[in-house]
């Protein structure tokens, strides 16, 4: 029997949870993060302990050793519970299976035509299923796509999937016979980096995307910013370029006009006279072909101007760079710091920038810590 996170309330979840971001921890550091004594820790984390809850092992990331008989510092047992999270694009599922700590240890995809809600749910289903074969069993479901689901249960709206009030927590929990969440899968891929990415040890940081669509999330003090409109990809369409071409909602020069993986492959389709992928766009303007190389700067110089404003008003330590388009910044990586040098303050701090991997296998894993969020906090 796996110990379990669920009867843990008040300062023992918040202990267990210290020790899931951060550990392992000496009980000193531990103590000290939690602005206890030594003594009122060792009682709280005892029956933790007991439980196997939490464990004692070698090697610390934490800092301090108490003095007297040396101690072991505490960490969890990751794989003491795993975790599906599945990213839903237009026509794909993507499908991870994870530990506690969201380490990644199988993936399995599916694509698909119909995209009714039925049908979408049957395949998460199989993939829930498939990813579990042979594996322990499965703690909790994380579903993410892009659209709102501020209610973590139901989508209210996702215009890839043409869907409407689809109440998909419910439909994946009869499917499925496991406790199921739902979100944004840019609020998810953002908790993902708040608790077991860039997050741990920084106050404040940002994430940006780029790819169908362009999103951002920000963090402060180990929180992710929201409000009941998170998920409607406000930073969608913020201006960047006054004479960029048009989005599809007749902003001029947008974000999504500027940047989305189908608007800069159009753009460079239309200069060279020919249909190109993204990729092909691309690789085009990093092995000098003209027209190409234009359409490409001029996206790096947008996405350049977006990183400066969210510089100027979030402050953020760290702005994280993810999406499955993400590779613009390799291209364009030129283009993007001029631009950002120029519409930020010679005096200001010079912006730390972390690139993620563009593959889908990030989203996945942050639907599949949505659903380790719900289930170590408890929040049903
Ligand atoms: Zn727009």
């Known amino acids: 029997m796996s110990p379990t996170w669920k009867p843990l309330t008040g300062t023992s979840r918040a202990v267990a949870l210290e020790v899931l971001v951060h550990g392992p921890l000496s009980r000193v550091e531990l103590a000290r ?30 800092a301090g050793s108490g003095v007297g008989r040396p101690q072991k510092p505490l960490d969890v047992l990751a794989t003491a519970h795993h975790f599906v999270g599945v990213k839903l ?14 380490e990644v240890v199988a993936q399995e995809t599916e694509t698909f035509d119909d995209t009714s809600p ?4 049957a395949v998460i289903s199989r993939l829930v299923s498939r990813l579990s074969t042979g594996a322990p069993s499965v703690t909790a479901v994380g579903v993410s796509l892009g659209g709102h689901a501020a209610d973590h249960q139901s989508v209210a709206s996702a215009p890839y999937l043409h869907w409407v009030d689809v109440p998909l ?17 840019l609020v998810a891929l953002t908790e993902a980096e708040s608790w077991f990415g860039a997050g741990p040890g920084l106050d404040q940081f940002a994430v940006v995307t780029v790819g169908a669509g362009v999103g951002f999330g920000l963090v402060v003090r180990g929180h992710q910013v929201t409000n009941a409109d998170i998920g409607l990809g406000l930073v969608g369409h913020i201006p960047l370029d006054p004479n960029g071409p048009v989005c599809f909602q007749g902003h001029r020069g947008c974000s999504t006009a500027m940047l989305s993986m189908e608007s800069i492959a159009g753009a460079v389709s239309v200069a060279l006279g020919r249909r190109v992928t993204y990729d092909q766009a691309l690789d085009l303007a990093a092995a000098g072909d003209p027209a190409a190389g234009r359409v490409v700067g001029e996206a790096g110089r947008a996405l350049g101007r977006m990183l400066a404003l969210v510089a100027n008003f979030t402050m953020p330590r760290k702005v994280v760079l993810g999406g499955e388009g993400v590779r613009l910044v390799e291209v364009a990586r030129g283009a993007i710091d001029d631009a950002l040098r120029a519409d930020r303050d010679p005096k200001a701090s010079p912006l730390v920038l972390e690139v993620r991997p563009g593959d889908f296998t990030e989203w996945a894993r942050g639907a599949a810590v949505v ?6 906090l408890g929040v049903d």
């Open 371 to 376: 659903a380790i969020q719900t289930y170590v």
């Open 89 to 102: 694009t237009g026509e794909t599922a993507y499908g991870v299976l994870t530990t506690l700590r969201a």
């Open 169 to 185: 927590a419910a439909m994946v929990e009869a499917a499925t016979s496991l406790p199921t969440v739902v979100e944004n899968d």
């Open 33 to 62: 993060r939690m602005e206890m004594s030594q003594g009122s820790l060792t009682r709280l984390t005892k029956p933790l302990v007991d439980r196997g809850l939490l464990l004692e092992v070698n090697g610390t990331r934490g």
């Open 118 to 121: 039925q049908n979408v749910t």
